[in-house]
Structure formats: structure tokens, C-alpha cells
């Protein structure tokens, strides 16, 4: 199976200590971290921008998984790299021409990634697959942490698995115990968690307990 990544969404964590909250996911055994940027217009929420990608690499070693919930990513992607970003990822529903968008992010060295809303279907990946390093599924309407996971993105995640036994594929929203387990049977190797790991009493064990279920249940409903 490809390697499993467990990547906190600093979304969830407590604003008034973002590094430390950065640093305490790293010492929990985080893979990564997973970094959530919202324009107010693609999404109707705002969060943050290049400064807070920057401090986080300050603050870390581990990769900053960078989310651009952004209706123009053209526009971001060189401050967001320069910040730190990586891998960087764009929505397919964005309005740039995505295949241009991507090239750009990897001539930069940098991990480029396509993320579909909950609604949009799998198909629409097939022509970028030879494009991108990662992909990503919202198992939520992206714009705000803390609500619940969407089952209905499963067989979408399985069909991209069948196709890409070697992809990075990661799913987004309501993550916890139990839609871990379903979401690792279908194919992911990476899962972006916010509200369920930082509000865990012991972030550590709560890691260590996915990493456990996910070896488990890998791919068991693929085939
Ligand atoms: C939602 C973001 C998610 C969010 C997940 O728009 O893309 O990354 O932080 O939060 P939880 O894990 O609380 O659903
Ligand atoms: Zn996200």
C-alpha cells in the first residue's frame, strides 16, 4: 500500500498558539500537517494566507499539505510557494486552467494536487491523472471544520483506487475513529483530521490508534 500520511488540519487548532499547536502535532507523530486556505468566495468562509504557511514552517519540519479553497488559484499559488507551501493543492472546480496551474506548481518542485467537492464526479479527474501527486476528496462541503463525514464519496475514492494502485489519495472532512476505517477501506492512504485530533485528550494515542485501524482496513473494499 502506498504510505500512510496523518495530517492534523491546523483549522481546528487554537488560534491564539498556532506554532505551538503546529509544533505539538509534530511531537504526536503527525506526517504532516494539513494547511486550510478559504478566498470568502469559493468558499463563504476566510481563513489564512502566506504568513500563517510561513510561520508553520518555521515552526515544523513535516510537510505543509496546503489546501487552496480559492476560486483563482493562478493568482496564490507563487506566494503560497515561496511561504513554504508543499504540496500544494487546487480544486478542480476552480476557474484557471488547471493542467497549466499544476505544471507550474511541479516545475517549482513542489507536489502538486487536484481536490473534488463532495458533488463533482470522479470522472472529472481522469484527464490530469498523469498531472498530479496527489488527490484530494472532500467528504464534506469544504468551508468550515467540525461537520460530518459524507459516505457517499466512497465509491468515488475506490474508482480512483482501482485505476491508481500507487496514488496518493487523502480525504478531507469529518475524519474520526470510524469514518477513518471506511474511508481507509476504499482506497485512502491519507486523511486530513482537524476537529477530531485536536480536541483528542492525547493526540499521540489517538495517531497511533489510526495508523493501527488504517494497516487493518486498507483497501478491503477496492476490488
Ligand atoms: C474544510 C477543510 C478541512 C477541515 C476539516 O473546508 O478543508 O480541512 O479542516 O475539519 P474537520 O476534520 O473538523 O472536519
Ligand atoms: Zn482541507
Known amino acids: 500500500m502506498p504510505k500512510i500520511v496523518i495530517m492534523p488540519s491546523i483549522l481546528a487548532a487554537d488560534m491564539g498558539r498556532l506554532a505551538d499547536e503546529c509544533r505539538r502535532a509534530e ?6 500537517l494539513h494547511v ?16 500563517v504557511v510561513k510561520m508553520a514552517r518555521a515552526a515544523v519540519k513535516i510537510p ?26 487546487i480544486h ?13 506548481i511541479r516545475k517549482q518542485q513542489v507536489r502538486a494536487g487536484l481536490t473534488l467537492n463532495p458533488e463533482t464526479p470522479v470522472e472529472a479527474l481522469w484527464p490530469f491523472l498523469a498531472d498530479v501527486d496527489e488527490v484530494l476528496f472532500m467528504s464534506v462541503h469544504p ?16 474508482a480512483l483506487r482501482r485505476r491508481m494502485p500507487e496514488l496518493d489519495i487523502s480525504i478531507d472532512g469529518g475524519i474520526n475513529r470510524t469514518s477513518t476505517i471506511a474511508a481507509a477501506e476504499h482506497g485512502v492512504n491519507m486523511f486530513v483530521a482537524g476537529t477530531y485530533l485536536f480536541s483528542a485528550p492525547d493526540m499521540a494515542a ?7 485501524s488504517i494497516i487493518a482496513a486498507y483497501g478491503k473494499k477496492v476490488a
Do not use: W, Y
Request: glycine residues 10%; hydrophobic residues 45%; proline residues 7%.
Open 143 to 158: 468551508g468550515f471544520g467540525g461537520q460530518s463525514f459524507i459516505p457517499q464519496v466512497l465509491p468515488k475514492v475506490a
Open 92 to 104: 478542480v472546480e476552480a476557474q484557471c486552467d488547471l493542467r497549466a496551474v499544476l505544471h507550474d
Open 27 to 32: 511531537a504526536a507523530g503527525s506526517d504532516a
Open 64 to 89: 505543509l499539505d496546503t489546501h487552496l479553497m480559492v476560486t483563482h488559484p493562478q493568482n496564490l499559488t507563487g506566494a503560497f510557494i515561496k511561504a513554504g507551501a508543499n504540496p500544494l493543492l
Open 36 to 51: 486550510d486556505i478559504m478566498d470568502g468566495h469559493f468558499v463563504p468562509n476566510l481563513s489564512m494566507g502566506p504568513d
Open 206 to 212: 489517538e495517531i497511533a490508534h489510526m495508523r493501527q
